[in-house]
């Protein structure tokens, strides 16, 4: 089955720096790859995903690349503010045999801190 | 639009009782999941139903858990007997079918968190 590896498990950056997550995968049939935000006891929350027909996505101060080739992607947060911290989790997902869509596979998270 | 609801939203057992966990997923949404997270772990998926059929179940330990979805609306989600390791919280997840093999976006419940002692 599909395995998604995460980097860094930990990352501290500085109020206003730039924050680069980085996540594999091993499928290569996978074809959409959402990034979660999930906040202390909170539950996940969609930020921003990519389908594998599409190399880059940008909303606002958030982007994610995708290289299907060396089957990986990557989350970019600009201008990172207090309220970025949380933990991340990558996803991706391959095309059900049957039609429509299989379950996400996560990776392990990150752990975005930002320093004042 | 209301979100997806469970309940409850805590539960402490004792290893060897029953739980059951209750979904109930965003209307018109026909793919339902339960996902498990491990505390400082991902959610790992244990069961994906399609209206009230199940698709995929290949990571869900038939022997203690069981799940089903009548009327392809609310589901549950039932262990018996629980061990110590089943402590975690169970997600639940719902979206909109996918008519063209790209992932709908999944929206997720607050959880119940579950601790076995």
């Known amino acids: 089955g599909e395995n998604v590896e995460q980097h860094p498990s930990t990352l501290s950056v500085q109020e206003g720096d730039s924050a680069v997550i980085k996540c594999t995968y091993s499928?290569?049939?996978?074809?959409?790859f959402p990034w979660y935000k999930q906040e202390l006891g909170k539950r996940p929350q969609l930020i921003i995903d990519?389908?594998?027909?599409?190399g880059e996505k940008k909303d606002q101060r958030i982007a994610v690349t995708l290289n299907k080739t060396a089957k990986h992607f990557s989350l970019h947060i600009t201008e990172t503010q207090p309220e970025d911290s949380a933990v991340y989790f990558c996803?991706?997902?391959?095309?059900?045999?049957?039609?429509?869509?299989?379950?996400?596979?996560f990776g392990k998270g990150t752990h975005l801190i930002i320093q004042p | 639009e209301a979100g997806v609801a469970q309940s409850p939203r805590y539960k402490i057992i004792e290893k060897r009782q029953s739980v059951a966990f209750w979904c109930n997923p965003i209307?018109?949404?026909?793919?339902l999941y339960w996902y498990q997270q491990i505390l400082g772990q991902g959610p790992k998926l244990l069961i994906q139903?399609?209206?009230?059929?199940?698709?995929?179940d290949s990571q869900l330990p038939k022997d203690r858990f069981s799940a089903e979805r009548l009327k392809g609306v609310d589901s549950t989600l039932k262990i018996q007997p629980a061990k110590l390791e089943d402590s975690a919280v169970y997600l639940c997840?719902?979206?909109?079918?996918?008519?063209?093999?790209?992932?709908?976006?999944?929206?997720f419940g607050p959880g119940t968190r579950l601790l076995v002692l």
């Open positions: 997840a719902s979206s909109l079918y996918s008519w063209d093999g790209y992932q709908e976006t999944q929206y």
């Open positions: 499928d290569s049939a996978s074809n959409y």
């Open positions: 990519i389908r594998s027909n599409v």
């Open positions: 996803a991706a997902s391959i095309p059900g045999s049957g039609g429509g869509a299989d379950g996400l596979t």
């Open positions: 209307s018109g949404h026909a793919t």
């Open positions: 139903f399609q209206n009230n059929g199940v698709v995929d």
